[in-house]
């Protein structure tokens, strides 16, 4: 999915600069995000033009608030997002309008998401109402960390959640009749960072790492335990030694 730069939230002042730097951040920190490699359905943010003599706050144009930003880094990532990311592909005839402001990128997002500045009440919603033509539609919104979480199926996010009791640390475990489950040896933080990096092989999710190759099972939902696979199959090892892994 695509997800669009909401040009109408550039429209709406916020009347203090500390506001407006405080909204700013958030919103390189919710993009940043959505465009790592958390976020497997994702395939990327696309702009819209946006006036950058427009005024965020009395006196502070666009231009002036990027240039105060102090990170070089998420300077340099904002002015990316506004100036030279791809365009929306706008194929629709008449634009969203919400509260008499029209925008055709946000047309454009109906079937995806917006990612949103948070500078209106209604931004900081999971969807934006208004109107395209004489219809009312909702489109989905992102502006905050809940947004996220709320989205995190569509948006394809995986959760690693251990399953201390069948997958034990240090151990092979006996949890059944002639069952034993295998240990998981990595901590929920490296757990993570590998089930992000996981690759689909036979319908599960495998990774590798150190000298060990991991298996990631899907508990319900994006939620996924993982275990040491000491027993992969020749086709799928080969897969998995194909990729280069940290």
């Known amino acids: 999915m695509k997800i669009v730069v909401n040009d109408l939230a550039f429209r709406f002042p916020l009347y203090e600069k500390d506001r407006t730097s405080e909204a700013v951040k958030k919103f390189i920190l919710i993009c940043r995000k959505l465009e790592s490699i958390s976020c497997h359905n994702v ?40 100036v030279n990311r791809e365009k929306a592909d706008v194929l629709i005839d008449e634009p969203f309008i919400y509260k008499d402001l029209a925008s055709f990128a946000c047309a454009a997002a109906k079937e995806d998401a917006l990612v ?57 475990n006996a949890y059944g009749k002639g069952k034993t489950a295998s240990p998981m040896n990595l901590s929920d933080k490296e757990a993570q960072k590998l089930l992000d990096e996981a690759i689909w092989i036979k319908q599960r999710l495998y990774a590798r790492k150190g000298n060990c190759n991991y298996a990631f099972q899907n508990t319900q939902d994006c939620i996924y335990h993982g275990y040491i696979a000491d027993d992969l199959s020749d086709d799928i090892l080969s897969e998995l030694y194909g990729k280069k892994w940290d």
């Open 116 to 172: 949103s500045l948070e500078t209106d009440d209604g931004f900081k919603q999971i969807e934006i109402k208004g109107f395209i033509g004489r219809q009312k539609v909702k489109i989905r919104n992102i502006s905050c960390e809940d947004h996220l979480n709320y989205y995190r199926d569509i948006l394809g996010m995986r959760i690693y959640k251990a399953n201390d009791e069948k997958h034990k640390k240090d151990r092979e």
């Open 43 to 82: 395939e990327r943010l696309v702009r819209s033009e946006i006036d950058k003599e427009s005024e965020l706050y009395p006196t502070g144009t666009l231009y002036r608030v990027i240039r105060d930003i102090s990170d070089r880094d998420d300077r340099k990532y904002f002015l990316g997002l506004l």
